[in-house]
């Protein structure tokens, strides 16, 4: 293993242009050496950003099955090729990051990890929302007790999306990885599981609003923890008015934030890992911590993405634990898993 980890990044739309090529660029410790997408403008778009990178096909990627010169694989392309994509790196000798989800089903997650611990590489799944700024200062105010008894856990990732644009997704049925409970739904899934604990009891809402729109687009979902905490889970891409980004309800008040994170839109404007004010959130978006009539501003702690792969470059060159054990995205697999059977037996009884 050299110094630097030799990266091929597989996929340059949204997930590979926006959560992991910037962060991988801003690392001393990675190099992009391959950029796998079969898009002629998306292949051009990696071009201009990271020009030492050897742009490929995914045809041509597949064909070249010597791995040789290559430390670590990527894969942030559509869900139903993750699998495979990360079997194929695994079995080549590549350590192996996979974007959400993690997997199809909790079996294929299960063996994807049976296989790499087989194989004597590196598996590790892609939470970035781990290190949003919100879910940073939630995670400090409840390390302080800032909340008392923590009772109810509500959060949201709510949008107003009328159309689907990207080709793939308008496809997707819920067998191939589409819909809002595989993408941002395993995201507060995993947020809920890691702050709280695991889960006893489960139930989910899953409804289709936009006409093309083949799996779910409208979710909602409750989990009750073993730690006797209740989380209520909204994804929707049909809001024209959203609600707060998160409310967490104690004995001791309670803290509310408005707004989602900033290192999404900032990098899409071009403010990049480490840049001045990256993940820096304005004071007027901060949350607030008490009770009506007597609450205070919580600053936000700064986002940092960057942190998911500073802490996998420690896991590759010096032995640290991967930053998110892959096992965490299986238990959320389950939860996605019960959720649709509950949906499916109830959708077949009315």
């Known amino acids: 293993m050299t110094q630097v980890i030799r990266t091929a990044l597989l996929g340059y739309g949204l997930a590979g242009r926006v ?71 695994l079995e080549g000798g590549c350590d192996v990051v996979v974007d959400k989800p993690f997997a199809l089903t909790s079996a294929q997650g299960e063996a994807l990890i049976a296989l790499a611990t087989e194989r004597g590489r590196l598996l590790s799944s892609y939470q970035n929302r781990r290190w949003d700024g919100e879910f940073l200062t939630l995670q400090r105010l409840l390390a ?57 009891h489960s139930y989910g809402e899953l409804r ?51 707004r989602a994170d900033v290192q999404e839109s900032q990098i899409q404007a071009g403010v990049l890992p480490g840049m001045p004010g990256y993940g820096v959130e304005p004071e007027d978006a901060w949350g607030r911590l008490g009770s009506d009539g007597n609450t205070v501003p919580v600053p936000t702690e700064r986002g940092n993405f960057s942190r998911y792969y500073e802490l996998l470059a420690a896991a590759i060159l010096d032995g640290g634990p991967v930053p998110v054990d892959p096992a965490d995205s299986v238990a959320g697999l389950r939860i996605v898993e019960e959720l649709r059977a509950a949906h499916v037996q109830r959708t077949a009884s009315t």
């Open 19 to 89: 959560f992991h090529a910037p962060s991988l660029a801003a690392l001393p410790q990675f190099s992009i050496d391959v950029i796998v997408a079969s898009d002629p403008g998306r292949q051009a778009e990696a071009r201009r950003d990271h020009p030492g990178a050897a742009v490929l096909s995914r045809a041509e990627w597949e064909l070249r099955r010597d791995r040789t010169g290559i430390d670590l694989v990527v894969v942030a392309t559509p869900p139903a090729s993750h699998v495979p994509l990360a079997e194929a790196a």
């Open 144 to 200: 302080e007790g800032a909340l008392g008894e923590v009772w109810r856990f509500e959060s949201r990732l709510e949008r107003n999306q009328p159309a689907i644009t990207k080709v793939w997704k308008a496809e997707a049925g819920v067998a191939d990885g589409g819909g809002l409970l595989f993408d941002l739904g395993t995201h507060l899934i995993d947020q809920a599981l890691l702050l709280f604990g695991p889960v006893v």
């Open 208 to 258: 289709a609003r936009r006409p093309m729109e083949r799996a779910e687009d409208d979710v909602f979902i409750a989990l009750e923890h073993a730690s006797g905490v209740i989380s209520h889970l909204w994804v929707n891409a049909n809001v024209a008015q959203n609600g707060p980004r998160l409310r967490v309800l104690g004995s001791g008040g309670a803290y509310v934030k408005g």
